[in-house]
């Protein structure tokens, strides 16, 4: 018997370990496209979603730009300079105050409140001081507090110092730091990117504006709220992380305009999914019944069953296992036959997460579709 669209192992899935895409699609726009429409699918490249958009239709991006968020250092040993230092990992997540961040540490075990970190210092590079101020039980991470001198902007020190924080499963392959941006990438905050639309170039974004499909922009800073696991057997029980967002009056109208004109919203990722159905939910419960403008944090798991209030259609990777992101998509095509549409994948040989191929869901598609 199937397990029920709210237990975690229904979410389960095997992948064959050479379809982790290890590095992107160059150009962009070569990767593969899987459209998904009301009588099955198609494969394609993604720069043949110009033929699956009508004029009239709307893109709704995440503009939010990647931060060096890995910083390698060392554990200041209280004991003396004579005693070997600890190498540490610094994973930034988001910020909590004036120069205070909240972040993944390794080793754990030995960041304390109160430890002392030190970054850079070598060859040319700027020096960082850092202290443990406390453990963060949510996350499981560490509030640091960074110092800095008063010539120093924490931007620059970081841009000199941190790294790109690739996921942990890509372990091979080279990739320039601007491959894990997307093209549109305007309001740097985010710790990982938006996968779904670095599919995008510059020229198929204009061919799409040129065919009279619109684009809006809102901004989501990817956060530990993404790529979190569900530990929860009973997904219903998985609490989700607040994530910050930013919908302006010019996307609403934007979106607003093509509901009126019939026209369909089409999310470029799960990122632009949360931003727009997080904004409506948040106003629904206000008893609010237009959108308007909004910037702040949102929480909003969406799983099956979820009733859909903007988002039309969906740009997106394939996702982890068990991840929120798999349940999402589910919750607008359907659990039974995303899992298909996955089985189709992986026979097909598509390439999977942050630098893998796309899935187009029209609109058409959908489990809100008419029947």
Same mark, same amino acid.
Not at 179 to 192: H, R
Not at 194 to 216: K, M, N, S
Not at 275 to 301: D, R
Not at 343 to 367: C, H, K, N, W
């Given at each position: ?13 095997? $992948?064959? %370990?050479?379809?982790?895409? @290890? ?9 593969? $496209? ?83 970190? %030190?970054?850079?210092? !070598? ?14 039980? !949510? ?7 960074? !110092? ?54 510059? %020229?198929?974004? @204009? ?23 569900? !530990? ?13 967002? %930013? ?34 939910? @948040? ?36 996702? $982890?296992?068990?991840? /929120? ?28 997460? /942050? ?17």
């Amino acid at each position: 018997m199937e397990p029920p669209d709210t237990a975690l192992s229904a979410y389960d899935y095997h $992948l064959p %370990e050479h379809l982790i895409a @290890q590095s992107p699609a160059v150009p962009r726009d070569a990767s593969r $496209l899987l459209v998904v429409e009301a009588g099955g699918v198609q494969h394609g490249r993604f720069r043949d979603i110009t033929q699956h958009l009508r004029p009239g239709d709307l893109l709704v991006l995440n503009n939010t730009r990647v931060i060096p968020a890995r910083l390698l250092g060392r554990k200041v040993n209280p004991l003396g300079a004579e005693f070997p230092e600890i190498a540490i990992e610094v994973f930034l997540l988001e910020p909590r105050g004036d120069r205070l961040w909240l972040a993944l540490v390794k080793p754990g075990r030995r960041l304390k409140p109160g430890a002392k970190i %030190e970054f850079g210092g !070598e060859s040319g590079q700027p020096h960082l001081r850092a202290t443990v101020v406390a453990t963060d039980e !949510e996350t499981r991470g560490r509030l640091i507090q960074f !110092e800095l001198g008063a010539e120093q902007s924490f931007e620059e020190v970081l841009a000199a110092l941190g790294e790109m924080p690739l996921p942990p499963y890509i372990e091979s392959g080279h990739t320039e730091p601007e491959q894990y941006q997307t093209v549109f990438a305007t309001a740097p905050g985010a710790v990982a990117a938006p996968t779904a639309g670095l599919h995008f170039t510059p %020229e198929l974004l @204009q061919t799409l504006q040129d065919r009279g499909v619109e684009q809006a922009y809102v901004t989501l800073h990817v956060g530990i709220g993404t790529f979190r696991p569900v !530990e929860a057997e009973r997904i219903t029980d998985h609490p989700m992380h607040p994530e910050w967002i %930013e919908v302006s009056a010019e996307a609403i109208q934007k979106i607003q305009e093509t509901k009126a004109r019939g026209g369909r919203v089409i999310a470029v990722g799960t990122t632009a999914v949360r931003s727009m159905e997080g904004l409506a939910t @948040q106003l629904e419960a206000l008893q609010i019944e237009t959108l308007q403008p909004y910037a702040g944090k949102v929480n909003l798991f969406i799983y099956p069953g979820y009733q859909w209030k903007v988002v039309d259609g969906l740009i997106t990777n394939f996702h $982890l296992p068990r991840s /929120s992101l798999l349940m999402l998509v589910s919750a607008l095509v359907g659990r039974s036959r995303l899992m298909q549409l996955y089985a189709e994948a992986i026979a097909q040989e598509y390439r999977f997460y /942050s630098f893998g191929d796309a899935m187009l869901i029209l609109p058409e598609a959908t489990v809100h579709a008419s029947p």
